[in-house]
């Protein structure tokens, strides 16, 4: 059974950074496609960024997060992280990394497993 554990959430100003990491255990994210997503409370789970397994690298973001994040991966650490830079304060909100099998998508249904989330604010 896979459980994924995210941390690095905050509070952080208006143009701060902040890194997300999400931690595997029981699958290696070497072999998946790994997914961040975030919500806000009232509104719907929306696409953030994604990264394809080992042998593909291909990544896809959000265009609200274009340029400004970044997803990565340490194998060694079977851990996915999200680079958050350029905050605003339209990022707040919780963020979950999810897994899947198969080949990148932004559809969160396509997703298997769920971390709990880590709250992001961006204060003015």
């Known amino acids: 059974q896979v459980q994924l554990v995210e941390s690095g959430g905050g509070l952080v100003q208006t143009g701060g950074s902040l890194r997300l990491s999400c931690r595997s255990s029981?699958?290696?994210?070497?072999?998946?496609?790994m997914g961040w997503f975030h919500q806000v409370a009232g509104k719907e789970r929306e696409f953030v960024a994604a990264l394809e397994n080992f042998w593909s690298g291909a990544t896809e973001y959000a265009d609200s997060v274009k340029g400004r994040f970044a997803i990565s991966r340490d194998n060694a650490k079977n851990t996915v992280y999200l680079q958050m830079n350029n905050l605003k304060t339209e990022d707040t909100a919780v963020y979950y990394c999810?897994?899947?099998?198969?080949?990148?998508?932004?559809?969160?249904?396509?997703?298997?497993?769920w971390g709990q989330g880590t709250q992001v604010t961006v204060s003015s």
């Open positions: 029981g699958r290696t994210i070497t072999a998946y496609t």
């Open positions: 999810a897994i899947k099998s198969g080949p990148l998508t932004v559809e969160g249904g396509a997703y298997d497993d």
